[in-house]
Nanobody, 115 residues
Framework: QVQLVESGGALVQPGGSLRLSCAAS????????MGWHRQAPGKQRELVAG???????HYADSAKDRFTISRDNAKNTMSLQMNNLKPEDTAVYYC?????????WGQGTQVTVSS
């Protein structure tokens, strides 16, 4: 088992930046893939960005060129740097982690982009 705790969500104006963090309760080195998903009101949860254990990143089209995912195995953390935020980025953001046996989710952090 592992607990994932997200932080960093906030209210930000369009064009602003936020950095989300995901802290794991144990080592993340065994996870094949870690990622960030988001769910806006009335919509399905969607992948924003994923990162493999060998640091290959994948981004949704909506996140390319604006978001950067990273992980620090030594600190058991994963981050999502979000720049040039848009109102349509408003959602609850969740981190997740997958290994060969399970997928784990955090409780989410709210990001609201509004003027």
């Amino acid at each position: 088992q592992v607990q994932l705790v997200e932080s960093g969500g906030a209210l930000v104006q369009p064009g602003g930046s936020l950095r989300l963090s995901c802290a794991a309760s144990r080592s993340i080195s065994s996870f094949n893939v870690m990622g960030w998903h988001r769910q806006a009101p009335g919509k399905q949860r969607e992948l924003v960005a994923g990162l493999t254990s060998n640091n290959v990143a994948h981004y949704a089209d909506s996140a390319k060129d604006r978001f950067t995912i990273s992980r620090d195995n030594a600190k058991n953390t994963m981050s999502l740097q979000m720049n040039n935020l848009k109102p349509e980025d408003t959602a609850v953001y969740y981190c997740n982690a997958k290994n060969n046996w399970s997928t784990y989710w955090g409780q989410g952090t709210q990001v609201t982009v509004s003027s």
